[in-house]
């Protein structure tokens, strides 16, 4: 069975822990469910996911200082509802997508399969779900480092001097240099986008920015 990457950018005020009352506002959704694509040796390096590779971050769960967005969080969790005639009620099927019966629910939480939201008993982690993480950008950054590399070292089309000069800016260039450089078709399109979406960002105001994720199968 194959496996997907569902990923998300979010962003929040740099302050907002240093305030009480902000500490309690949610992140700002900027980009849901973005397509990287099936993409197993990204997702070892994002989080050890289908690889033998150490990921850049061990997975970490989802971050909770600022909470997720409502978006990402609807995303993430199911609905739990009383009966099978409120489970296919069209609120509840709007709201996340994906809705269970309290025994249903229960099942999953029983056999491990999911977990309830630490807050609300409405909610349950979608029990398709797992391996859920967050990275930051200059993480993020890092992870294509080794994600070029990686391409490098199995793609046989890319020899000789190309090869040494990709090598040479992996090797020898800070995060912020990095991004001045691309590498042609052995990069990921999507990696590369959620990037510069994040720097163009935390330059835009005084915010910081983080990639959220999980995966499926």
Known sequence: ????????????????????????????PFSCNIQLGRNYPMFSILAGVRGMTNPVASPRGLPYDPPISLDVKNHYYARVVETEQEKHHTYNRLYGGVVYTKAEADEFLADGLSTAHPTDNC??????????????????????????????????????????????ILD??????LMKHVFGDIESVGLNAAIASMIVIERSGNYTTRFVFWFDS
């Open 172 to 177: 020898k260039t800070s995060n912020v240099e």
């Open 1 to 28: 069975m194959g496996c997907d990457i569902h990923a998300h950018i979010e962003y929040y005020d740099k302050n907002a822990s240093k305030h009480p009352v902000a500490k309690k506002l949610r992140a700002t």
């Open 123 to 168: 909610l349950i982690k979608n029990p398709a779900w797992h391996t859920a993480s967050y990275l930051y950008v200059d993480e993020l950054i890092q992870a294509r480092r080794l994600y070029l590399y990686n391409s490098l070292q199995y793609n046989s089309d890319i020899q000789g001097e190309r090869y040494k000069n990709a090598i040479d």
